[in-house]
């Protein structure tokens, strides 16, 4: 897949009868390239760091449950291709996995504002996580979304740092009910280094 690509377009999608044939093979192939993106934080959080190859996958999957042909298309682009990083910066998805829906509803009610907390550290430099603008992430009354979409914006000097090698990179939240940092491996830097342009 092109790297340079910063968005799908139509001529993208590979058509539904050629997907379902492929499908299996081009899923196991997304699965191994998402495997250095993905990075747990504490007990309930999980990022899911996007890019071309992994927002391609996510559209032509949902084409192929929804067999909404061209209309659908037209949505999964808009909702999608924000998603896609543009070069200098790093987009997430933000996820926070808790199977008991109880417990669930307690903890989010209890994170308002999660989104605004979040950070990458760069040896002692923080680089401030911005929320996707598309909706509210967090309730009137306080309670945070089960997911979340984030962009990490980079100066060229911020990049140059990322890219070099004895340079430590944290990832980390900093919310009073929800306190975590992981340092990012050599795996999870190489893969995220190729979104920058």
Not at 101 to 112: I, T
Not at 149 to 162: L, V
């Amino acid at each position: 897949m092109p790297r340079e690509k910063k968005e799908i377009l139509k001529e993208d999608i590979i058509p539904l009868d050629v997907y379902i044939k492929n499908r299996k093979e081009l899923r196991k192939n997304i699965v191994n390239f998402k495997k250095n993106r993905r990075i747990a934080l504490g007990p309930y959080a999980t990022f899911y760091f996007e890019s071309y190859e992994t927002m391609l996958a996510q559209v032509q999957e949902m084409l192929y449950i929804e067999k909404g042909g061209d209309e659908q298309l037209k949505d999964e682009l808009t909702a999608y291709n924000p998603l896609i990083p543009n070069g200098k910066e790093l987009t997430a998805t933000l996820m926070f996995e808790i199977d008991n829906p109880v417990s669930r509803s307690a903890f989010l009610s209890k994170v308002g504002g999660i989104e605004e907390k979040v950070f990458i550290k760069i040896d002692s430099e923080l680089i401030k996580a911005i929320s996707e603008e598309d909706i509210d992430r967090t309730s009137a009354d306080g309670k945070a979304s089960s997911v979340q979409f984030i962009h990490f914006r980079f100066s060229d000097e911020q990049i140059q740092k990322f890219k070099s090698e004895d340079v430590k990179i944290e990832i980390g939240i900093d919310h009073k009910e929800y306190s975590h940092t992981t340092k990012l491996s050599s795996a999870n830097l190489s893969s995220l280094s190729a979104d920058f342009s």
